[in-house]
């Protein structure tokens, strides 16, 4: 049996430039590390990793400004 994928709620503050976030994020242990990843969180609100399969998702009512 599969573990189901971490989700991991995130605010505006989070997000760096346009709309990514870095996966591996500083909270995973480093053993368990794979390339860093930046995931688009700002077209759908939420995007997941190809490595690890954790979900960024933003937290309700967060919304992102446009530059």
């Avoid at 709309?19 to 500083?26: D, H, K």
């Avoid at 930046?38 to 992102?64: H, M, N, S, W």
């Amino acid at each position: 049996m599969s573990t189901p994928p971490a989700v991991i709620e995130v605010t505006a503050q989070d997000v760096q430039g346009p709309g990514v976030l870095a996966c591996p994020n500083p909270k995973m242990v480093l053993w368990s590390s794979h390339p860093r990843v930046f995931i688009d969180v700002a077209t759908t609100g939420q995007g997941k990793c190809p490595y690890c399969g954790t979900v960024y998702r933003l937290k309700a009512g967060e919304t992102l400004h446009a530059h």
